[in-house]
């Protein structure tokens, strides 16, 4: 599948929205080629120390438009949903700068209930929502009892280094990245809990 590429610091899981702006040329035909064509289009995942034009990770995530908007400043927003994961096979940049990706799409973590331990995770994340609404006004349906969305959201909101984001990304399962986290909510001996 060939799908053009927005490239971004930040990492978005199938599930995750995110409202973007987008104001240059390429990337506004690249909306409309998106609404055209409806296959969408993908988010590559820069290095949070990479401008753009800088190495590509080599997982992305296909996204769907799911709203527009004129913002205040006059320019175009979106709202954008991720429907899956995709691994970059190939990049061409066209004449104008927008880059067309050759990718192959990743199947989507099943949904798997939380063990009683893992309860936690949601129990955060709910408190986390409540604490920033405009991240919870983007999931209006949550998943609570999915450990695969709760894992996938902790992934999109935590500073953790792309590189380690990008290994968990690439798992068959959620299964390593709750192992991840709840690693960050055990106590440490020396410095107490871990947030």
Not at 63 to 77: A, K
Not at 106 to 128: F, G, I, M, Y
Not at 146 to 157: G, K, N, P, S, T
Request: proline share 7%; with cysteine; net charge negative.
């Amino acid at each position: 599948m060939k799908l053009a590429l927005l490239p971004l610091t930040l990492h978005l899981m199938p599930g995750g929205r995110v409202p973007l702006r987008i104001f240059e040329p390429r990337y506004l035909r690249m909306v409309a080629q998106a609404g055209r064509h409806g296959l969408g289009f993908g988010i590559g995942m820069l290095d949070e120390g990479e401008e753009e034009g800088g190495d590509l990770f080599a997982l992305g995530t296909r996204v769907r438009i799911v709203d527009f908007y004129t913002l205040d400043d006059g320019l175009l927003g979106i709202t954008v949903e991720a429907t899956e994961r995709f691994r970059i096979l190939g990049l061409e940049r066209e004449q104008d700068g927008l880059l067309q990706a050759e990718v192959a799409l990743l199947d989507n973590w099943d949904p798997c209930a939380l063990s009683p331990t893992e309860q936690v995770l949601a129990d955060k994340l709910r408190e986390v929502f409540d604490e920033y609404p405009e991240l919870a006004e983007l999931h209006p349906v949550p998943r609570w009892q999915d450990a695969a969305w709760i894992a996938q959201r902790w992934l999109e909101v935590l500073p953790i280094r792309g590189h380690y984001t990008q290994q968990l990304m690439a798992e068959r399962n959620c299964r390593p990245a709750l192992a991840f986290l709840m690693s960050m909510l055990r106590p440490d001996p020396q410095n107490g809990p871990r947030h």
